[in-house]
């Protein structure tokens, strides 16, 4: 029977970069896998998803080409086909990547199906199914099923679609995120239920590549998550580029033909609607990976689908931990990854501290683009701050009508008692790539007389930020 200090369940991107980090402080680890190192995330996730919209702006900007003065001889199609192994190679190229680095750090891969039979012990089996059906291989050198003890587990077994009833996908007619990244052929009119990053990421990319799209929200916003502001100013650039969007409604059945599906809407009032298309992508959430573990036999606590756990990884259960989509929102991979690094650093004795949430930023790569960290305005106000708010339009910044895309908008938020950046939240053109300058402000606690005595690079987008924070202390130049 084989022995480590730690076993990892999962190998998404916190399940790796937790095992990493526990191989760098010494500890003897091996992380269990069942399908793809870099689980979810690099496989059928944040970095296919990536590529398909990457796919999706190229062929935005080359069908406006004479918006850039440029003139393309003949017209141009979309290969779905290769749209889709382009994605694909990326995410191959990676999970291959994620393979040598856990080598590299001396990292033992064991392949199939965990149960934590007991405190310090796991149960591997061989694995009976993968996302496409089939066992996956197990990678070269990888450990066989078996048991194996560890003083310390840690569960990083992610999360799945989320299903509803009378939503239930059938990978044919009605998609969830993993059928949607492969189709083999581009739909021509779709349905996207579910509003949040992931359905609106692929209303976008789908509605660039051509197809009729309409988006169903049950709530009276889209990326319900996001500033009202901001929303709603994304909402009309989409509904601009042709994307239906009805909010406040549901969808209450599916009729499925040969090759399409009939959808029956409600609104709130109670108005009733039918849409016919060729797929429905089902975007409702995501639900934690927490069954057929041994938890609840251990008597390891969850709560709402996912593991509760004290804000340093540590379960109920001595020795057994969770990190990740598995221990609860929000979750994201960049969360999943920080939070096993606390994990194991509590482990290991150091001096952590739990993650404050309200710093993870989270992104939406749609078109435009949507970022933001902190506090909306709405929920400043509501937590009893007097606050101070400023913003800058794309539309005044030179960077910005350089690149063509003037449409867009910076928001900051401020506590007008003490100067402290409560929350930043943006839309427009690579806003994804600026906000980890806010979320590195809000760390440092930074006040809004260091933000404004900055010096932000001319011409940047990065001074649209610098200027919203002029604009929240009646300071704005450019507008």
Not at 110 to 128: F, L
């Amino acid at each position: 029977m084989s022995s480590y200090d730690i076993i990892i369940i999962g190998a998404g991107p916190g399940g790796y970069v937790t095992a990493i980090r526990a191989a760098q402080l010494g500890f003897k680890t091996a992380v269990v896998e069942r399908e793809h190192l870099g689980g979810i995330c690099l496989n059928w996730g944040c970095i296919p998803t990536k590529a398909l919209l990457r796919s999706a702006e190229i062929y935005h900007y080359a069908t406006h080409a004479k918006d850039y003065g440029l003139v393309l001889e003949g017209a141009m199609k979309v290969d779905t086909a290769a749209v889709v192994k382009r994605s694909r190679g990326v995410s191959s190229q990676l999970n291959t990547g994620v393979g040598f680095l856990l080598k590299k750090n001396k990292v033992d891969v064991i392949w199939g199906e965990a149960n934590i039979t007991k405190p310090g012990e796991v149960v591997v089996k061989a694995p009976t199914k993968s996302v496409q059906g089939a066992p996956i291989e197990a990678p070269k050198g990888a450990q066989p099923p078996g048991t194996y003890q560890a003083k310390h587990i840690i569960v990083a077994t992610g999360a799945r679609p989320r299903v509803l009833p009378g939503l239930e996908p059938d990978k044919k007619l009605v998609w969830t995120y993993f059928e949607a990244m492969v189709p083999e052929k581009m739909p021509k009119s779709l349905l996207v239920v579910g509003s949040g990053a992931i359905g609106i990421e692929f209303a976008s990319f789908y509605r660039t590549m051509g197809a009729e799209v309409t988006v169903v929200e049950v709530l009276p916003q889209i990326l319900p998550v996001e500033d009202a502001e901001i929303a709603g100013f994304a909402r009309k650039r989409f509904e601009k580029q042709g994307i239906k969007i009805l909010t406040g409604a549901k969808v209450t059945k599916l009729d499925k033909g040969a090759d399409s599906v009939t959808a029956h809407i409600e609104d709130e009032k109670g108005a009733k609607q039918t849409i016919t298309v060729d797929r429905v992508i089902s975007a409702v959430g995501v639900v934690g990976n927490i069954e057929n573990l041994g938890l609840d036999k251990l008597g390891v606590k969850t709560e709402r689908g996912c593991v509760v756990t004290d804000g340093l990884g540590r379960t109920n259960v001595p020795g057994i931990y969770a990190i990740g989509d598995v221990a609860g929102p929000p979750m994201l991979a960049h969360k999943a990854e920080h939070e096993g690094v606390i994990c194991v650093e509590t482990i290991k004795g150091l001096p952590t501290h739990a993650m404050d949430k309200a710093m993870i930023p989270g992104c939406t790569y749609c078109h435009p683009q949507v970022a933001s960290v902190g506090l909306t305005e709405a929920k400043a106000k509501e937590a009893g701050y007097d606050v101070r708010v400023g913003r800058f339009p794309f539309v005044g910044n030179g960077k910005a009508i350089a690149l063509g895309e003037p449409d867009g908008l910076v928001k900051t938020i401020f506590d007008k008692k003490t100067g402290r950046l409560l929350g930043a939240h943006m839309v427009g053109a690579e806003v994804t790539e600026l906000i980890q300058g806010f979320v590195i402000a809000m760390n440092l606690e930074t006040t809004e007389e260091e933000l404004i005595h900055a010096v932000f690079p001319h011409p940047t987008l990065s001074e649209m930020m610098h200027e919203s924070v002029l604009d929240a202390y009646g300071r704005v130049i450019h507008v």
